[in-house]
């Protein structure tokens, strides 16, 4: 079992990655001061539930917890207000109190609802992280909790960390080798914006990261969390180098709201997006083999890395107009520099975005 | 004018009370640091707009900022989560970005209503208090924002602190003389828990409060800020000594639910509730002079008493039990022991509360 602390001051939490956790989460939860005297709610999804959701209840209650669960559909839809309702509905039917915590059950939508459910619910109550996601290794850290508002991905939000994230490898072995493909870009993504040798070590890993081989899969998540959770010590609220986290986003949030959430899995549609931040690099002077490198990385782990020519560049220039990224009326893109470095840029012009996104169609 | 600060580290901020503060709002907005390159919203109700709304978007837009309006109607029905996304559809719409600010132009259910958009929007972005009303110097100070459940009262919500607060006593002006009263219900609850000198003071001139002597509020809302955000000054996430700003709240809302949001307004309702808790106080040891010296306070400033006989005795207790305040399944209860003196007893058994309850039916 491998521990990692997020410090974020009285804020810092823990976080433990390995085999056999969920069993043994009920003994966690209680160690780490979520009171036994309170209701705990479990928030999960209908894909995830069959598969682990009565191991965790069966850990809770037999650790001395009343626990209600609430299962949601799977999927971007339930990141809606009608569904953040219900488990809002839920958590007072299960007469959760001040002192109560929620669990997030599942991948990175699971996570976001819950902690946004958890932020809110009387003002803010604990919440627990136990991701079944590869991808989640990356929403797990930071305290980023959202829903979406009809017209803008997580728009409607707040910053809320957990107080413990519990990660058990096992739950990644049911896990479609799409999703574990999608998964791995932000994995790489992390060692892109700072760690190049850990972006070396993903492509050279490939196989045994593609194969769920669970020793490479702790030490990749392991690594994939300590850099973010390194950042996020530096700037919780996102007022600057955080951003850096949001390589390939820009480019790859336009084209998950043009192309309907669905089309693309997120890690499909960032992979998208930091081949072409890595080409306005390689515009903006950086050395041409940034983009080559990028590229064989993220078709290592089977990730998409060209935009399919039925999407408007058009219609993906306007929804980045609409993108929360845009400060002040300035384009703001994450540049990398070189693999493991990258750069805040605040003055992106629209004609090489738009640009880039024409060459994006090239790509082989 | 009369300045006074709510200090709570770097979220700090100050309070402004006088004439004349609508018409110079822009220029307060912009020297606390507000950008003018963002867009800001200005939510208001249809009761208020007409006043005032003209008067705040002149000035802001005189300091140079962009502003957009959105009205909701009046009372507490805009504290759902249907009016809450279609102000985020106005945010949206009005292109905030993360530097903007949403301006609350109202009373209590305004500034609870904006205050959580801007502590959700884009994750949190910056909020202005410029309250309309009396009760508002209560709901101005602490950062306490929230909507409403069908189930249950404010119970969606989060701490934010505003940047400032601009009260204008002028706004008061308008006031129906039943908000006025029901306003000055918070005023004299700040001397119940912590000034017996204040309580005295709000009876001795109670005539030229309700009046709306420009120079008796002034000084009666400071004083009520003041007491205010000392308290919430120690205990800003209400783990403690701020639950005492709690009295009177327990029966109030569970009055206020039972009786339909509407019949009571929230003053009259806490101000039923602060004479229970006086009578649990005396039940408790208090000397029987409390009881009276509360209800002739309260009686001073034209509030109710007494519980109307037709409220259900098993009902209100009914309500309480989903009241946000149980916690850990014990009744928590803000007692007072002297005028200007309460203790938090976590220990009151529901047979002593149902027996005031029907105490409070035989009052005069």
Same mark, same amino acid.
């Given at each position: 079992m491998r521990e990692l602390k997020v410090d974020l001051g009285e804020r810092s939490y823990p976080i433990y990655i390995g085999s056999g956790l969920l069993e043994t989460a009920g003994d966690y939860v209680q160690k780490h001061g979520i009171s036994i005297k309170s209701p705990l709610l479990v928030i999960t999804d209908e894909k995830v539930a069959p598969h682990y959701l009565d191991t965790l =209840?069966? &850990?809770? $209650?037999t650790a001395g917890y009343a626990v209600a669960s609430a299962v949601v559909p799977s999927g971007e839809t339930s990141k809606s207000l009608k569904v953040y309702e219900e488990m809002m509905t839920s958590a007072i039917e299960a007469k959760l109190d001040r002192s109560s915590a929620i669990l997030a059950l599942g991948g990175g939508v699971v996570g976001d609802l819950a902690g946004f459910v958890a932020a809110t619910y009387m003002r803010g109550i604990k919440f627990v992280q136990i991701p079944t996601t590869i991808l989640a290794h990356d929403s797990s850290v930071g305290g980023k909790v959202a829903i979406n508002h009809p017209l803008a991905k997580n728009m409607i939000g707040a910053f809320h960390q957990p107080e413990l994230v519990l990660y058990d490898v096992d739950t990644l072995l049911t896990l479609p080798s #799409? $999703?574990? &493909? %999608? /998964?791995?870009? $932000?994995?790489?993504?992390? /060692?892109?914006? #700072? @760690?190049? @040798?850990?972006?070396?070590w993903c492509e050279e890993n490939a196989d045994q990261l593609l194969a769920l081989d669970k020793d490479a899969l702790a030490y /990749? =998540?392991?690594k994939g969390c300590a850099i973010k959770a390194e950042i996020v010590s530096q700037d919780e609220? !996102?007022? /600057? *180098?955080?951003? *850096? =986290?949001?390589?390939g986003h820009t480019i790859g949030?336009? *084209? !998950?709201? *043009?192309?309907g959430y669905g089309e693309f899995l997120h890690g499909e549609a960032i992979s998208i997006g930091m081949v072409g931040s890595a080409k306005l690099g390689v515009m903006r002077g950086a050395d041409a083999s940034l983009h080559e490198d990028t590229k064989r990385m993220l078709?290592?782990?089977?990730l998409p890395t060209s935009l399919p020519e039925h999407l408007s560049t058009e219609d993906i220039? &306007?929804?980045?107009m609409h993108d929360k990224k845009f400060r002040e009326g300035h384009m703001i893109f994450i540049i990398p520099t070189a693999i493991g470095e990258v750069?805040? %840029?605040? @003055?992106? #012009?629209? $004609? @090489?975005? #738009?640009?880039?996104l024409e060459e994006l169609k090239k790509e082989v």
């Open positions: =209840l069966t &850990s809770l $209650e #799409r $999703e574990v &493909s %999608a /998964g791995l870009a $932000e994995m790489v993504k992390h /060692g892109l914006i #700072r @760690d190049a @040798d850990f972006a070396h /990749g =998540l392991l609220q !996102e007022n /600057g *180098i955080r951003a *850096i =986290l949001n390589l949030h336009a *084209i !998950e709201a *043009i192309a078709k290592a782990i089977g220039m &306007s929804a980045m750069t805040i %840029a605040k @003055d992106v #012009r629209a $004609e @090489d975005v #738009r640009l880039v």
